[in-house]
């Protein structure tokens, strides 16, 4: 039997709206297909996003589904998870979404270790608004607000929810959906905030601006510097900064999830009322 | 709408089915280019996208690996291995 | 004016607290707040009572979160409230645009503060009604409501909630520091001597589909929780009744239209008037919130010098009484506007009298609430 | 009944307590109360102040306006808040750390109590400074039962504190009591 | 309207790149942005401007810091400008009011879009107005320039930054996606052929203290930038002429009121009314921005019918031009308000008519602009 | 002769409003000594802060000083320091102005790498507001919005600026004025962005909760356990824990900085012009 | 002389860029132009559209209202423009990918050109569509002199592709000008 | 206004001046604990803060360490070091 992926899409919907080749895809398709080795339900399962490309995908899931403000998916979510606890709660977004506006919720969501899933696809420029850099735009690549070459030195996404305290940290890429999926599946099994960066393309608009309009080519120059993280790290500087390294890069499994804090702490006081 | 080659077909040998939708494929290229085995094409005109479209080339080449259906954007291509061999894959 | 029983069991509470345990009375279970003055008391106590009760609260890292968080909560079911300031308002604004746009309830309190900016922030002012009305992008309605006693804000907490779930929206609970910081007596009800209300739920057959947005019965869409199998969509882009974006022109019209008719239609459970000495007033004083409070002791010495005065005080002021103004615009001579701002329900109160009647603005900003004798010479001076 | 009481200090928290134990005796007593602090979270080492109207009817407009009863612990904050004050106005002040205008000593009656003196030397610990000014009040304004107010005290002081709280506000009633014995305030 | 000399050198840009060049023309040399559909073309041509005049473009981690940075850079002495589109706009209020508080010159861009909320992004609407006005909390005036026409446009921009200047405060710049993406005509005039304004500074004597609000002048305290010397203080806390907090209630509230007059004040170089066969009418049509240009085509066709209809079209929608309504009110027999939104400066229309008109609103939303056929049915049904 | 505090102050506006013993003013002290140090001329420094007790602080600097909106500073800054790359821009704010609201604003400073000096006074409390807990708030620690004690993991603020891309990063103590500093003006001196740490002591709001009411007994607790960088990495887990380091953390000397960048962009345009 | 132009397709930039072609020649022509896009930002290979509206006086209302030519290279996007067409309006439309339904066929005039064949069979590469459209377009319309097309079109193609988008607006041309030839079209 | 001892002192061994400011004075106390040589004391009732107030208990056992200066968070001590000592301590 072929995969059965229409559990958890909302079949009318589709054929989705990005562009033929757009990574995204990929990585819905990594998403249900972890979903379903978990055998999670969709009832159980709330997905939720902020604005962009990457954020239309609440809209194809079968699922309890959020497509929010811009940036702020991760406050919602955590209403979400604070009230329903004993729910699935993962959290979709774009580069810009979670890392430029969402910057705060995300190192917020991830410090207090909220049982959250949240992925990023990260394509490297703000994809729906027409090709602006965003904060993991690679110095000197062209962008519609850098026409003369990205100025800004651009986030690890990886170190940064690392520094900000969250309990699981994992990169997978687009040329790679099978890691990804199990990724995915270890990030959703993981107790407490779980991050997962996808490194995707954009060929529309950040591709077209640098040469690697087809979709084809970006996946390409995405997969040739995905290295597994061991294999990595035995790499010579230069070579670590021409490649990225993928896989679980930080994983802490003994840190307090904060919905099981809080509700110990409702228990306690119910006990002692 | 397929010319030459089909958009669903099964292998003789080893029984493995390849399906294209084609309401979904926007002719991305992305299956033909992972394929390892080189078992899928591209044909012009016919998709709604942009006027390509996924197409069987060699469906007795196909060694069921999945990759095509795995790394397709689009729900567009599905791949149907008879025995456990897929179901192993797919845990990986 | 609440008078209170001598065996009553009177809690001497500061306004912040008293939004706090009314709310939790009212079946607030989820709390998403950003601290700052001088709403935080309402945060503090919330903390504190609501996982006695089993509900969540959370502080999160600015109001925007705040506001996030509780829209996020209220789809999952809760009923969720925020509370804040003027600065902290002008965060939430985004956010509250997509609890219009989602339709979820929530109550959001701002407890005013001297302002723009950082202003005043130990305070009071009445400066934010114009931004509760229009603050947030876009067309949209608002129910904003301004208690003036601590009884009464007990009692309008629970209205509020009780509001946002009748009608699906988010409602605006608007006290100021002078409200927030007072203390003074209230009386709680009974649980079960007060209405409770919660969201519509639809009639589904089984196996029917849930359209989040299906107003075939109403206005009011009907609403089931997430996580109850209904695995539905929402978006704060215009959509249609299954939650899913949509650009057609006439579709998004009449929605945005039914969101605004939702209120308009709905004010005979909205509209909150009290009146003080007005019955027969040549002299009318339009006034809201604490400097109501000032108002009626004007009224009540104008009186004492044989001026006819009378107070209109809206309780709830958007949608803003224009009906009653107008009324009460032909009923007297001339019209008092007493608020504490430098002009803003004034520009409805003119609009809504419809004619060239003297309105007399006493306005005032800069910390020190506006006094009985202010309002009374207002009143001297267009009698 | 009317009566207006305000309390100022310097950065105290105790002063905005001493206010919310008159209002909650009060009502023991049958009376409205209504309780203004200034908002001191942000107003560190500042002056601050609380007022408690209290009145027989319900309480419309719930700020002081014609003080009867003012007391200030420090200069910064009887210069802040001693305005607008009324000749009739009774003020209690400390002599060693608030200086008061000559002028105001003509016009307003004034009475000066050590009380940091008082508390340090009798309590040796300042956090009962304000159960000490509160004693004052309740010797001097003599609008709320005595008992009352201790009882509401008693409700509010940090547990383990009652008894040092019901001293120090003997302190300052004694201390009033005994002026008024010794004839220089009216009783 | 504007006609373009066949020889003149006429570009065809869109109405986002002619708000940027303009703004190069008026000064700018400073702009913090975040992208948002459909204004982002402004960011991006400043992004390609700028470093070619030696100004520095920066694109914030979001809309909030680009307020911050544009008051910042403001105060370090740039001519600053932001650009944005209702959700931006919403998040910016905050810091907008921090720099009517401090007295920051500086231009804020909103193209605005269909909402409330995420709303239709890429359609047009005219739903932010009342928004300009109220948007952020407490009390302040507000400039509000909407221009019509791409020539207009240019000219307005280039306005907005010399009432900035002159004025010493945020100065708002209304388009919407009508006007943002439609590419039409401009003919850009030549340098030293327009005024170009700098904010007032002071005549100091040497060693003397310079005071950022020292009003013994006048309204609009003069201005230095820092690091001459001065180093002064500013903050948004209500503070004193100089610039330090005060919660003294007489200072505040002169103050308040002084950024209030400064504006009310101003009035002659603040106001812009445009009129089209308005001088005999006897149907009064109101309208603005894009929607304006629909409500002149209608106007004539009107006329054509044989019914008297006249245009107002205020370019500066805030302050709003009360006085010209309430004459051109008593001149017509009933009035017709189209605006692209669902009723907000028909309040203003209303209020300022100050007796019971007949006002015909012709409101829309959902995407697709009002044409000239539903604002000539509304002058016919009030005809 | 003393050392000439008053260069730098605003002598008209002192006594400051700081509680009695607060660190706040031991920090601003620090401040002069490294502005002096560098003979930082008060007409050449901006000190940008947000809202807060330790945001005031501007305002008895004589220097050009901005007291901007909550947790924004940083925004501000950027502002100031674009239109001029010349002059000294400095941030000082709290705890919960930099890392809870305004934590977006400061990762992507750090990120840009731009010349500003960050200093955060962190006190592990929301001060003026009357001691709510903030993201620096201990686990378990009493705040007035955390009656029944912190359910919140903290941020390691040094550790989320490294991984945000933070170029210096410093930690220093209140009860080390001398070594604070010291590490303030090696901050001021590197050229991109720098942050430093204050580990300091609200005893009005986070002591009189924690049973720390008098500032010295704070501040000792803080300096007992503040720990030189290198004695502390020789620590073990547990002692690691219950310590934290001080010292300069982190100093990359080879990062572009962003206003060189843009300026070179400029320059480079008006070439070829 | 009022003309209205509709060009649309799926996700394409290309025809924004042929209708601000357009509006730059209809400069030199020393007309006025409105040209207003559906903003293609957000509709990844959804149907975008551009009209241009042309005017021998200043345009006051921009938008279409009565649209002489429309284009159409994708059946979705025919579907969602074609609306509130007058009778007497030009339609192109590249048959194999737009459907058209069979009532426009009987109400209006429309032309099959198979652009994306021609495109590909002539040019390799699809990024020349839009030009070949264009040429359709200057051979049906007849209001823009093609010299001042052809210099518009120079001065916005990017730079090396000039002398392949001149060659593919001809193709435009020549197609219709065949069919003119033919018989096939009206002159 | 101190009773027992002074605000201002200096050193006959060593010449060292140490100052308090009474105005600036808050009298937290952090001088008193931070001195290694026990030189300074609180007094009671005087100071405009909370009734306590630095003063100089004994200016001999000064060593000019600054460290009561430097942790004042008043600006309300100074200390002046007649030689380079000072210097060398304020570089460090
Ligand atoms: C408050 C607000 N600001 C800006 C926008 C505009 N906006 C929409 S999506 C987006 C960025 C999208 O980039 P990313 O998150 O990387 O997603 P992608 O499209 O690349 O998947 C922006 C800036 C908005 N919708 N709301
Ligand atoms: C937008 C906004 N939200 C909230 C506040 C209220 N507020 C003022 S200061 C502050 C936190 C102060 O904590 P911190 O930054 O740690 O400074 P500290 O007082 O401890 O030095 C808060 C929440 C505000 N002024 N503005
Ligand atoms: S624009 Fe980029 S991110 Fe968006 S759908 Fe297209 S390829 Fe994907
Ligand atoms: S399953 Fe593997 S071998 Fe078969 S067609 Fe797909 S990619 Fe090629
Ligand atoms: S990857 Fe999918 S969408 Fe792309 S060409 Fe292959 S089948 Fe079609
Ligand atoms: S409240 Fe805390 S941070 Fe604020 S001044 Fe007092 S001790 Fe310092
Ligand atoms: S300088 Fe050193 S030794 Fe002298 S008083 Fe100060 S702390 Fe004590
Ligand atoms: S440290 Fe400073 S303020 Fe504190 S007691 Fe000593 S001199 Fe006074
Ligand atoms: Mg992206
Ligand atoms: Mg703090």
């Not at chain 1, 520094?163 to 790679?176: F, S």
């Not at chain 3, 922030?121 to 409501?145: E, F, K, L, Y």
Request: with cysteine; proline share 6%.
């Amino acid at each position: 039997m072929a995969f059965d992926y229409f559990k958890y899409l909302r079949k009318e919907k589709l054929p989705h709206m990005w562009c033929p080749g757009c990574g995204i895809g990929i990585v819905l398709k990594a998403m249900i297909r972890a979903f379903d080795d978990l055998q999670w339900e969709p009832a159980d399962i709330a997905v939720v996003s902020g604005i962009g490309c990457t954020s239309r995908s609440p809209g194809y899931l079968n699922a309890n589904t959020l497509h929010t403000t811009h940036g702020r998916a991760a406050s919602f979510a955590t209403g979400i998870k604070m009230h329903r606890p004993d729910k699935h709660v993962v959290v979709i977004s774009g580069d810009g979404d979670a890392s430029a506006i969402g910057g705060n919720h995300l190192i917020h969501a991830a410090r207090r270790n909220i049982d959250l899933t949240y992925i990023v696809n990260n394509n490297n420029i703000y994809g729906m608004t027409g090709g602006q850099y965003s904060p993991t735009t690679p110095l000197g690549a062209k962008a519609a607000t850098a026409p003369y070459g990205n100025l800004e030195p651009s986030f690890n996404l990886a170190s940064l929810l690392i520094g900000a305290g969250a309990t699981y940290v994992a990169r997978a890429h687009v040329g790679n959906g099978r890691q990804m999926s199990k990724l995915f599946r270890d990030g959703f099994n993981h107790k407490g905030f779980s991050f997962i960066e996808v490194v995707s393309n954009c060929h529309t608009q950040f591709g077209r601006r640098n040469r690697m309009a087809d979709p084809m080519n970006m996946i390409k120059w995405i997969g040739d510097r995905a290295t597994p993280l061991k294999k990595w790290e035995s790499m010579n500087e230069d070579d670590k900064a021409m490649n990225f390294p993928v896989g679980v890069l930080h994983h802490d499994k003994n840190q307090p999830e904060y919905t099981d804090t809080y509700d110990a702490l409702i228990a306690k006081l119910k006990q002692s009322a | 709408m397929s010319d030459q080659y089909p958009l669903k077909g099964t292998s003789k040998r080893k029984g493995i089915t390849i399906e294209i939708d084609e309401v979904m494929c926007k002719g991305c290229n992305v299956c033909v280019e992972v394929c390892p085995v080189d078992a899928l094409d591209m044909e012009g005109i016919g998709s709604r996208w942009q006027g390509y479209l996924a197409v069987i080339k060699d469906i007795e080449a196909c060694t069921g690996c999945l990759l095509c259906e795995l790394q397709c954007p689009d729900f567009a291509i599905s791949v149907t291995v008879p025995d456990k061999k897929k179901k192993a894959a797919a845990a990986k | 004016m609440y008078t209170h029983d001598k065996d009553a069991d009177v809690k001497f509470w500061a306004g912040n607290i008293v939004v706090a345990e009314a709310a939790v009375a009212a079946g607030c279970n989820f709390f998403g707040g950003y601290p700052i003055t001088p709403s935080s008391e309402v945060a503090a106590h919330m903390a504190y009572l609501l996982p006695k009760h089993g509900g969540h609260f959370i502080q999160m890292e600015d109001e925007i979160g705040a506001m996030g968080s509780v829209i996020g909560a209220s789809l999952a079911g809760a009923k969720a409230m925020t509370a804040t300031s003027g600065p902290g308002f002008s965060l939430k604004l985004e956010n509250m645009g997509f609890g219009y746009m989602v339709e979820a309830p929530c109550v959001i309190v701002n407890v005013m503060r001297g302002g723009p900016s950082t202003g005043l922030p130990t305070h009071p002012a009445q400066a934010d009604v114009m931004q509760a009305r229009w603050g947030t992008h876009g067309d949209h309605s608002t129910i904003a409501i301004a208690p003036a006693f601590h009884q009464e804000t007990y009692m309008e907490t629970i209205r509020a909630f009780n509001l946002a779930e009748r009608l699906r929206m988010p409602v605006i609970l608007l006290l100021d520091e002078v409200l927030g910081h007072l203390s003074e007596g209230v009386v709680p009800p009974k649980p079960g001597s007060f209405e409770i209300w919660d969201r519509p739920r639809p009639n589904l057959k089984k196996g029917e589909t849930y359209y989040p947005y299906d107003t075939t019965n109403g206005d009011i869409p009907p609403f089931i929780p997430y996580f109850e199998g209904h695995n539905w969509h929402t978006t704060g882009l215009n959509h249609d009744k299954t939650g899913f974006p949509t650009t057609d022109p006439a579709t998004v019209d009449a929605d945005e239209r039914r969101m605004i008719r939702k209120v308009l239609d709905n004010r005979d459970i909205i509209d909150k008037v009290e009146w003080f000495m007005a019955d027969d007033a040549e002299i009318g004083v339009f006034s809201f919130g604490s400097t109501a409070r000032a108002a009626m002791v004007a009224v009540k010495q104008a009186r004492e010098k044989g001026i006819k005065a009378g107070l209109m005080r809206p309780v709830t002021i958007w949608p803003f009484p224009k009906d009653q103004v107008y009324k009460f615009a032909k009923q007297v001579k001339s019209m008092v506007v007493a608020e504490f701002n430098l002009g803003q329900l004034v520009y409805e109160v003119e609009r809504s009298a419809k004619y060239e009647l003297p309105v007399k603005r006493v306005l005032k900003t800069g910390g020190v609430p506006i006094t009985p004798a202010e309002i009374l010479q207002g009143i001297e001076e267009v009698a | 009944m009317h009566y207006e009481t305000r309390f100022s200090a310097v950065g105290g928290q105790g002063i905005i307590l001493a206010g919310t134990i008159i209002a909650d005796a009060s009502h023991l007593q049958g009376l409205y109360a209504a309780g203004s602090p200034t908002y001191t979270a942000q107003v560190r080492g500042g002056p601050t102040k609380v007022d408690v109207v209290l009145d027989n009817e319900p309480i419309l407009f719930p700020r002081a306006a014609n003080i009867n009863f003012f007391l200030s612990l420090a200069t910064r904050s009887y210069n802040m808040f001693a305005k607008d004050l009324e000749p009739d106005v009774t003020i209690v002040i400390d002599p060693n750390l608030t200086t008061v205008p000559d002028e105001h000593r003509k016009k307003y009656t004034i009475y000066d109590v050590p009380i940091i003196q008082l508390t340090a030397d009798k309590m040796g610990r300042m956090v009962y400074t304000s159960a000490v000014a509160l004693g004052t009040w309740v010797a001097l304004a003599n609008v709320i039962d005595e008992e009352l107010i201790r009882a509401a005290l008693k409700r509010r002081a940090p547990k383990g504190t009652e008894t040092y709280n019901m001293k120090a506000l003997s302190i300052g009633i004694d201390y009033i009591k005994e002026l008024q014995d010794a004839g220089k305030v009216k009783a």
